[in-house]
C-alpha cells in the first residue's frame, strides 16, 4: 500500500490534494467527508444513528478515513514502506516462506498472497518498480518456496487433484519471469494441462485466474474461450453494469469484490475491451454504495483495478447539468466537496413547486455520477400509498389467527370478518432487494389498539439472514447489518385490546448507508369491534 501510494503522489497529486482539501473543510460545508456514510444526511433518514446498532461501526470508517490523510504524508511513506519491508523480512523463514505472525511456521497462503501483492505492483508501476538487492532475494526465495510446495503437491499422489489453491498457485506464479526449478517444471505443466481442461467445472474466480496464468504461460486460444464463456454467463442491466452470480462464502475465494476485481484484471489483460470493463467498473462502485469494504485485501485488489483497466475517471470532469422543469439548475454557485462532487440543494415548503417533479439530467463525462431527490411532506398514514420503484420492495399484510382441526391457520383480514378484542393476528412483511445492502433500518408501526406479543429485542435468525429486532411503543424496528441480495419474510404475533377505528400504520425501509434507496407500504384502516 504504501509503495501505491508513492506511486499516487507522483503520478496522481490531485488525489492528495483532495486529500488536503478535505482536513481544510469549513464548518459551512454540507458534511464531513472524513465522516461515515452513516453519519450523513441524518435529517433524511428514518432513524437516527444514535438510535441504531451501528455507532461504533461509524466511528471505526471515521478513523480509516483519518488513516487515508496520513496515508498520503509523503515523509512517512518512504520510512514506513522500508520498515514493513524489514517486518516482512524477519516474517520470512529459511525455506523461503513467511508465517502468519512472528515466530510462527511458514505458511504457503500467506506466502502466494504477499507475492501476489508484489506481482500486482509491478504490474500497476511498470519500469517504476524496483526493489533493493535485499528485498528482490526475499521475493525469489519466497517465489522458490512457492515452487517447492507446488512440485510436492504433485510428488503426493500418482493423480493429485487441481485444487483452489493450487489454481491461485498457478497465477501468482504466472507474475514472475524467474526461471522455474526443473523439479518444479513437471508439476507446473501437469497442473496446467489440469486447468486448460477443467476449467468449466470450477468457480468464475478460478476461472479468472485460470485465464490469466494460461494466457501469460502461451496458452491464449483457452483464456479467449474461457473469458467467452465468462461474458456470455455475464448479467447486466444499466443500473448496476456488467456482474456475475457470485458465490458468498467466508473462505478466500468466495469474496464477491476480490472476484469482481480479478474478473476485471482478466478482461483487461487478455481483452481490453474498454465498453465491457467500463460497465463492471459500475459494479464495483454500486456495492461500494450500499456496503462497508472491511477487507483490506479486496479494497486494495479494487483500487488496483481502478487505476488500471478501463477509462481514467480521475481527470478532470464537467459539471451535471441538472433540469427541474424548465429551469436549469445553476450548480456552478453551489459549494462541492473535493473530490466526490458531492453537493445539496434544498427547497423549503414555499418554493416547492409542481415543476420541481419534472427532473432531467445530463452527464457530458465518460464516467458514472448519480445522486437522490427526497420530497419530504406530512399525510395521514392510511391514504399514503405504497412506494415501490426502489431497490427495496414491502408489502405489509395482517392475518388473523384461527384454530382449527389442523392447528392455528391463517386468515388474511377482510371487511366480512369484523375483528374483536382479544383476537390473535399476524403481522406479515414482504421485502426483495435487489443488490446486497449493509446498514438497513426497517420499522413496522402497529394500530394503536394492537399489543405485541414478544416484547422482548433481541438478535434474530431466520432462513439464513441474521438481524436485530426492537419491540418499542409505537413500532417494532428491524436492523440489518446486512441485507443480501434476495427475498424475505418476517413475521411477529399481535394481539388486538381496544375496540375503535384505527389507522394500521406503514411500514418502511432504508439504507443507513445510502438513503436514497427507501421504500414503504400503503396506509390502510381497520376497524374493531365491541
Known amino acids: 500500500s504504501n509503495a501505491l501510494a508513492g506511486h499516487?503522489?507522483?503520478?496522481?497529486p490531485d488525489i492528495q490534494q483532495v486529500v488536503v482539501d478535505w482536513q481544510r473543510r469549513t464548518p459551512t460545508e454540507t458534511r464531513n467527508p472524513m465522516a461515515s456514510a452513516l453519519e450523513y444526511n441524518q435529517d433524511l433518514k428514518s432513524a437516527l444513528l444514535s438510535e441504531t446498532p451501528w455507532v461504533q461501526d461509524a466511528m471505526n470508517e471515521e478513523e480509516r478515513a483519518r488513516d487515508l490523510v496520513r496515508f498520503f504524508d509523503s515523509n512517512r511513506i518512504e520510512a514506513e514502506q522500508q520498515d514493513l519491508l524489514e517486518q516482512l523480512r524477519d516474517l520470512q523463514g529459511?525455506?523461503?516462506?513467511?508465517?502468519?505472525?512472528?515466530?510462527?511456521?511458514?505458511?504457503?497462503?500467506?506466502?502466494?498472497?504477499?507475492?501476489?501483492?508484489?506481482?500486482?505492483?509491478?504490474?500497476?508501476?511498470?519500469?517504476?518498480?524496483?526493489?533493493?538487492?535485499?528485498?528482490?532475494?526475499?521475493v525469489d526465495n519466497a517465489i522458490?518456496?512457492?515452487?517447492?510446495?507446488?512440485?510436492?503437491?504433485?510428488?503426493?499422489?500418482?493423480?493429485?487433484?487441481l485444487t483452489a489453491f493450487l489454481i491461485h498457485s498457478l497465477y501468482t506464479r504466472s507474475f514472475f519471469e524467474a526461471p522455474i526449478p526443473e523439479r518444479s517444471r513437471?508439476?507446473?505443466?501437469?497442473?496446467?494441462?489440469?486447468?486448460?481442461?477443467?476449467?468449466?467445472?470450477?468457480?468464475?474466480?478460478?476461472?479468472?485466474?485460470?485465464?490469466?496464468?494460461?494466457?501469460?504461460?502461451?496458452?491464449?486460444?483457452?483464456?479467449?474461450?474461457?473469458?467467452?464463456?465468462?461474458?456470455?454467463?455475464?448479467?447486466?442491466?444499466?443500473?448496476?453494469?456488467?456482474?456475475?452470480?457470485?458465490?458468498?462464502?467466508?473462505?478466500?475465494?468466495?469474496?464477491?469484490?476480490?472476484?469482481?476485481?480479478?474478473?476485471?484484471?482478466?478482461?483487461?489483460?487478455?481483452?481490453?475491451?474498454?465498453?465491457?470493463?467500463?460497465?463492471?467498473?459500475?459494479?464495483?462502485?454500486?456495492?461500494?454504495?450500499t456496503n462497508s469494504w472491511r477487507s483490506g485485501k479486496s479494497t486494495a485488489a479494487a483500487v488496483y483495478v481502478l487505476l488500471k483497466?478501463?477509462?481514467?475517471?480521475?481527470?478532470?470532469?464537467?459539471?451535471?447539468?441538472?433540469?427541474m422543469g424548465e429551469n436549469l439548475l445553476d450548480v456552478q454557485d453551489i459549494q462541492k466537496e473535493a473530490g466526490t462532487g458531492y453537493f445539496r440543494k434544498d427547497w423549503s415548503g414555499k418554493e416547492v413547486e409542481p415543476q420541481l417533479a419534472e427532473i432531467s439530467i445530463?452527464?457530458?463525462?465518460?464516467?458514472?455520477?448519480?445522486?437522490?431527490?427526497?420530497?419530504?411532506?406530512?399525510?395521514?398514514?392510511?391514504?399514503?400509498?405504497?412506494?415501490?420503484?426502489?431497490?427495496?420492495?414491502?408489502?405489509?399484510?395482517?392475518?388473523?389467527?384461527?384454530?382449527?382441526?389442523?392447528?392455528?391457520?391463517?386468515?388474511?383480514?377482510?371487511?366480512?370478518?369484523?375483528?374483536?378484542?382479544?383476537?390473535?393476528?399476524?403481522?406479515?412483511?414482504?421485502?426483495?432487494?435487489?443488490?446486497?445492502?449493509?446498514y438497513v433500518h426497517m420499522k413496522d408501526m402497529r394500530a394503536s389498539g394492537f399489543e405485541p406479543l414478544h416484547v422482548l429485542s433481541g438478535y434474530r435468525?431466520?432462513?439464513?439472514?441474521?438481524?436485530?429486532?426492537?419491540?418499542?411503543?409505537?413500532?417494532?424496528?428491524?436492523y440489518f447489518s446486512r441485507l443480501p441480495k434476495g427475498a424475505y419474510a418476517f413475521e411477529y404475533p399481535v394481539r388486538v385490546a381496544q375496540a375503535g377505528d384505527f389507522s394500521s400504520g406503514i411500514t418502511t425501509i432504508q439504507s443507513m448507508y445510502a438513503p436514497e434507496f427507501?421504500?414503504?407500504?400503503?396506509?390502510?384502516?381497520?376497524?374493531?369491534?365491541?
Open 144 to 161: 522458490a518456496y512457492m515452487d517447492e510446495k507446488v512440485a510436492r503437491a504433485y510428488d503426493q499422489t500418482d493423480k493429485p487433484d
Open 8 to 12: 499516487l503522489l507522483e503520478t496522481r
Open 362 to 438: 445530463s452527464n457530458p463525462n465518460a464516467h458514472i455520477a448519480w445522486g437522490g431527490l427526497y420530497w419530504q411532506y406530512f399525510e395521514d398514514l392510511d391514504k399514503i400509498s405504497a412506494f415501490r420503484e426502489t431497490p427495496l420492495t414491502l408489502r405489509k399484510s395482517v392475518y388473523k389467527t384461527i384454530d382449527s382441526p389442523e392447528g392455528p391457520r391463517l386468515v388474511q383480514l377482510s371487511a366480512n370478518d369484523p375483528l374483536r378484542p382479544g383476537d390473535l393476528l399476524t403481522i406479515r412483511i414482504e421485502l426483495a432487494v435487489d443488490r446486497d445492502m449493509e
Open 461 to 478: 435468525y431466520r432462513s439464513g439472514l441474521g438481524y436485530y429486532e426492537s419491540t418499542r411503543d409505537l413500532a417494532t424496528h428491524f
Open 94 to 138: 529459511p525455506q523461503g516462506g513467511f508465517s502468519w505472525f512472528a515466530r510462527d511456521r511458514e505458511n504457503w497462503y500467506t506466502t502466494q498472497s504477499i507475492l501476489e501483492g508484489f506481482g500486482h505492483l509491478k504490474a500497476l508501476l511498470g519500469s517504476a518498480f524496483s526493489l533493493s538487492p535485499l528485498n528482490q532475494r526475499m
Open 309 to 323: 483497466s478501463g477509462e481514467d475517471w480521475l481527470k478532470k470532469t464537467g459539471p451535471i447539468e441538472i433540469k
Open 186 to 289: 513437471k508439476a507446473y505443466a501437469y497442473f496446467l494441462s489440469l486447468a486448460s481442461t477443467q476449467w468449466p467445472k470450477r468457480s468464475v474466480y478460478e476461472q479468472g485466474m485460470i485465464a490469466l496464468c494460461l494466457h501469460r504461460t502461451g496458452d491464449p486460444e483457452t483464456a479467449d474461450l474461457i473469458l467467452q464463456s465468462l461474458t456470455d454467463r455475464s448479467l447486466f442491466s444499466a443500473e448496476l453494469g456488467r456482474y456475475w452470480k457470485y458465490t458468498e462464502g467466508y473462505t478466500w475465494n468466495q469474496l464477491p469484490v476480490k472476484t469482481h476485481t480479478l474478473l476485471m484484471e482478466a478482461f483487461d489483460e487478455i481483452k481490453g475491451d474498454t465498453a465491457f470493463l467500463e460497465s463492471m467498473k459500475i459494479w464495483l462502485l454500486k456495492h461500494k454504495q
Open 518 to 530: 427507501s421504500s414503504h407500504s400503503e396506509g390502510t384502516r381497520i376497524v374493531v369491534q365491541e
